[in-house]
């Protein structure tokens, strides 16, 4: 039915956005059963689903947040984290932020009742009261904009960590995982603005002097990991699952979508293998006499 | 046992591979295919780390088999990259 019928039949607001949102269906085709829908964790005979569960419990260990009162987790997407840590880590109280109404909706149906989510931006977010742990898994990549400066970069990730260190409770440590930029000059502009334009808009990659930079003085930094080959393989794997079911996600979203989706998650699977992009797991703690000027 | 030649695809040949390569290459730089030199490294053509993704992914779809983003980096000419490509490499 194309949308012009659909209106003239008074079709329900429901109807039209199951129509021109992607969806969650289209992610369930080709990601892991919890949508985890960032770089996986694989050890040795890991598949797919097994490297996303290993994956939220080592946010869960580096944030410290296992067994605690209260956690916060940026950027929840479907709420598979805040799942995993009130049900496997006994952790009380999880709170997740996302844009996305979808899936704010999908956690309010699907969650244990110790989970909150909130449809606001983190700069946004008064807490009732500080929390125990932060973890930020795949959002950290949209905290900044192509026609920023580097200095602006720098300074809207530094408004982020004041704002975590605000959040916090004294000692408290963040698990952060991004996309960054590896083996590329940093004076080449982005050749293939597909990416930018298409895939996600209005976001630029840091690197990880930009990190050090704007959390210095106000976190330090404990860990981090560079598992660039990991998403290689996971966007490798994602790429294969949708081109299983090709004829379905066609059926759900139409031929551009899909095509869109495979020409992404192929290109940055090799753009992962190269090292042209990274990919960062920080485990940060906050400084408690930090000068936060 | 069944004869199994009737599903057996057409070998990607060194030749074959070539002629796509330059039909390729064409495209991409807008130039007549009677120009496209295939022992020269593709830089020569202004072919950048993006297209070099784009060829490799392409390659992938008409090879029918999984290929290495470095392909373009240790075969840099269509010369080298067809010869590796028909004799199975990756």
């Given amino acids: 039915m194309s949308s012009t019928e659909a209106i003239a039949a008074g079709a329900s607001a429901e109807a039209i956005q199951h129509h021109y949102d992607v969806g969650n269906a289209f992610y369930r085709l080709w990601l892991d059963p919890r949508l985890l829908y960032s770089c996986a964790l694989y050890e040795e005979g890991d598949d797919l689903e097994r490297a996303q569960v290993r994956k939220l419990d080592y946010h869960i260990r580096e944030s410290g947040a296992a067994g605690k009162d209260r956690v916060l987790d940026i950027g929840c997407g479907w709420g598979a984290l805040l799942n995993r840590m009130v049900s496997a880590h006994g952790v009380r109280e999880a709170v997740g932020l996302t844009l996305s109404q979808e899936q704010a909706d999908y956690v309010r149906a699907t969650a244990r009742p110790e989970v909150e989510v909130r449809l606001e931006p983190w700069q946004e977010h008064k807490p009732e009261a500080p929390y125990d742990a932060i973890v930020s898994v795949g959002a950290f990549e949209h905290f900044a904009d192509l026609e920023q400066t580097p200095e602006e970069k720098i300074e809207g990730y530094r408004h982020f960590f004041r704002t975590c260190h605000r959040f916090l409770k004294p000692g408290g440590k963040i698990s952060l995982q991004t996309m960054a930029y590896g083996d590329m000059p940093r004076d080449r502009k982005h050749s293939d603005l597909f990416i930018a334009e298409e895939i996600f808009p209005e976001s630029d990659l840091p690197r990880l002097a930009d990190i050090a930079l704007a959390s210095e003085g106000i976190f330090q930094i404990e860990l981090v990991h560079n598992h660039n080959q990991m998403y290689a393989r996971s966007m490798r794997e994602w790429f294969d699952n949708l081109r299983a079911k090709r004829d379905e996600a066609v059926a759900l979203v139409g031929e551009d979508i899909v095509k869109r989706y495979e020409r992404y998650l192929r290109t940055f699977s090799y753009s992962f293998e190269l090292g042209a992009f990274l990919l960062y797991r920080i485990t940060l703690r906050r400084l408690d006499r930090a000068q936060l000027t | ?90």
């Avoid at chain 2, 064409?26 to 490294?41: E, Y």
């Avoid at chain 2, 999984?66 to 010869?83: E, H, K, V």
């Fill in chain 2, 1 to 90: 046992m069944p004869d199994s030649k009737a599903t057996i695809a057409q070998p990607h040949t060194e030749d074959a591979i070539r002629d796509w390569l330059v039909a390729y290459i064409a495209k991409k730089t807008n130039t007549p295919a009677d120009d496209i030199d295939t022992d020269v490294t593709f830089d020569r053509y202004g072919l950048d780390s993006a297209v070099a993704i784009a060829l490799t992914g392409d390659l992938e779809d008409h090879l029918g088999r999984r290929l290495s983003p470095t392909l373009p980096y240790n075969y840099t000419s269509i010369d080298a990259m067809a010869a590796h490509l028909a004799a199975g490499g990756s």
